[in-house]
């Protein structure tokens, strides 16, 4: 599929694994930390407007509401060189969310677009039907200047999941659990297709989760098929034309993984890799410091409404801080009608404005030495939520929902 | 083009959050960026750039995040070069695009050891590890790769398809 959607947006018919070819994009993305270095680079190139102003998106979200005067310069030179371009999405601090989240809610991504972003996390829209891959400032430079990327043409791995999902998992214990079996580099450099019948049964939100942490095994690409439910998604979100690429029936794979997921446990990925997973009903003995229940991965309305079903009605650990984040203004507002987030408050947490905060390390919920955290975000690497000497344990929502009121890793048949 | 340098080495996995971790980059500014380079990994690395300037790494270096600050980084603080078991797709692009050569060779990699010599010939695709005194081929990159690292980076390139369209 991604090897079609490539060749598509080349000058060639035919494509082959390990060339390279020069295509054009359909989006080119960037945020607060990669863009302002993609503008510096711009510049260089010496051409005074970008490729198309439609097609080019900005979206202040990982430093933002600004968190100290260098973090609001670097906003402010995205900020000026998106209405000197003017640029048409430019989402400001009031209207963004968090980017990967944002993109498709807006209806900015469709399936068969070749979309570049900086932000390794760009291949969530994989999930669209979209091929999608995480770049460098320089190459979002180049392809704003040009409207087109060099790629090298990847090979694909297939991932077949099949039986019954049991209650409470979601597309990231899916994903943690592949990630575990492959390795943090089983898909180098490969676009992976995930398929079968629990996909065909997934929803939309939970196939987000998974494209969102291909690149978490090395992934270039985190294929789904186009359905029922991703045109209905898209459909619902704007009327433009977008194609549909299948695989072919006879198409070559650089190897194919078929899962069981009858009675996979939900899961927890333990410090450092996001490939260190456990069954989270094994990991009882980890106490924690704080939850963090938002970010690119599992941000979404079907995590947030986990997440108020198990703490309904009741309260956190006094000794945890948990803090929740919706992914957008959208989903903010839902959750509000909703009656979700007065259950979290209730409970004793903290609801954010959508950033993407502390995934990285950046603000709202830093961690100090030898602090841990459960989060549903991506990433468990040395230092990533704070301190080089705090841990971070990577979980779906209702792991972390549970944990923030035990206070340490638990399951939802604890606490309900 | 012939480096000519010390190794210093490290293991498998090392990630762009501890080559130059996120809470530095509210800034561009390379050599602000070079000062905490690998600093959450190593606090011995500003020390060992004095007189070791080639990067030793095991398998998928430079896994996570998208970060051109990484490489960024990296060359910044006088680094030469790269040689890898394997490297993370997007730290792999970055380098190329900046003109920070990064060489793959599982071999070469697992037989350093820190502190070797080591002699890379990119034009001839050769690394000597002249403290072992052995040879390494590294398989030629693609035509396109070569011409990016020798103009200097993605951006030199671009500029100089700009000018031949105009």
């Not at chain 1, 677009?113 to 969530?124: K, M, N, Q, R, W």
């Not at chain 1, 839902?334 to 603000?363: M, N, Q, Y």
């Not at chain 2, 896994?63 to 990296?74: D, T, V, W």
């Not at chain 2, 797709?89 to 060489?103: D, T």
Request: charged share 25%.
């Amino acid at each position: 599929m991604a090897q079609k959607i490539l060749a598509a947006h080349s000058d060639k018919k035919c494509i082959v694994q390990g060339e390279i070819v020069n295509a054009s994009v359909d989006l080119v993305l960037g945020n607060d930390i990669t863009m302002p270095l993609a503008i510096e680079e711009f510049k260089k190139i010496e051409t005074n407007k970008i490729f198309n102003r439609g097609k080019v998106v900005m979206v202040p979200d990982h430093f933002t509401p600004n968190k100290d005067i260098k973090s609001a310069t670097q906003c402010k030179v995205m900020r000026d060189f998106a209405r000197e371009q003017d640029i048409i999405n430019y989402f400001e601090i009031g209207q963004m969310g968090i980017e990967h989240v944002l993109l498709p809610e807006k209806g900015l991504v469709l399936p068969g677009y070749l979309t570049i972003g900086a932000d390794s996390h760009t291949c969530t829209y994989g999930a669209l039907g979209a091929a999608a891959t995480g770049v460098g400032s320089t190459d979002v430079a180049v392809a704003m200047a040009t409207g087109k990327l060099w790629f090298m043409v990847p090979g694909t791995l297939k991932f077949v999941y099949k039986g019954k999902l049991g209650r409470w998992i979601t597309g990231k214990d899916i994903v943690l659990y592949t990630i575990g079996m492959i390795g943090v580099d089983g898909a180098l450099y490969k676009s992976m297709e995930f398929s079968g019948s629990v996909i065909e049964g997934l929803s939309m939100d939970s196939r987000f989760a998974m494209a969102n942490m291909a690149i978490e095994a090395g992934g270039k690409f985190g294929l789904f098929e186009v359905d029922e439910k991703t045109i209905s998604y898209v459909e619902s979100k704007t009327d433009s034309d977008y194609k549909v690429f299948k695989s072919d029936d006879d198409a070559q794979f650089d190897g194919v993984y078929e899962i069981d997921c009858s009675g996979m446990g939900l899961q927890v990925a333990y410090p450092h890799l996001p490939s260190n997973t456990k069954d989270a009903a094994d990991a009882k003995d980890v106490t924690i410091d704080q939850v963090v229940i938002g970010s690119c991965t599992n941000g979404r309305m079907e995590d947030l409404e986990m997440v108020a079903k198990i703490l309904k009605g009741k309260k956190t650990d006094k000794r945890i801080r948990t803090i929740i984040i919706p992914a957008t203004q959208k989903i903010y507002l839902d959750a509000v009608k909703r009656g979700l987030i007065e259950i979290f408050i209730k409970a004793g947490c903290v609801v954010s404005t959508p950033t993407c905060g502390p995934c990285l390390g950046g603000h709202m919920g830093i961690l100090a030495e030898g602090e841990r955290a459960v989060a549903t975000t991506n990433r468990n690497f040395v230092g990533r939520m704070g301190h080089p000497k705090s841990e971070v344990y990577l979980a779906g929502p209702a792991v972390a929902a549970a944990s923030a009121i035990t206070g340490r890793i638990s399951v939802p048949e604890e606490v309900i | 083009m012939i480096i000519k340098d010390r190794a210093i080495k490290y293991g498998n996995n090392v990630d762009t959050d501890v080559i130059i971790p996120a809470r530095y980059l509210n800034t561009t500014d390379e050599k602000e960026l070079a000062s905490h380079c690998f600093e959450d990994l190593d606090q011995d690395f500003s020390k060992k750039i004095l007189e070791k300037k080639v990067i030793v790494g095991g398998e998928n270096f430079g896994c996570g995040s998208s970060r051109e600050h990484a490489p960024l980084s990296i060359k910044a603080c006088g680094i030469k070069a790269i040689v890898a078991s394997s490297f993370a797709r997007i730290f792999y692009r970055n380098s190329i695009n900046i003109g920070l050569p990064v060489l793959v060779n599982r071999e070469a990699a697992s037989e350093v050891a820190d502190g070797d010599e080591l002699e890379i010939n990119l034009v001839k695709g050769l690394i000597k590890n002249i403290t072992l005194d052995k040879n390494y081929i590294i398989p030629p990159l693609p035509d396109f790769i070569q011409e990016v690292i020798a103009i200097g980076g993605y951006i030199n390139y671009t500029k100089k398809q700009f000018a031949r369209a105009k």
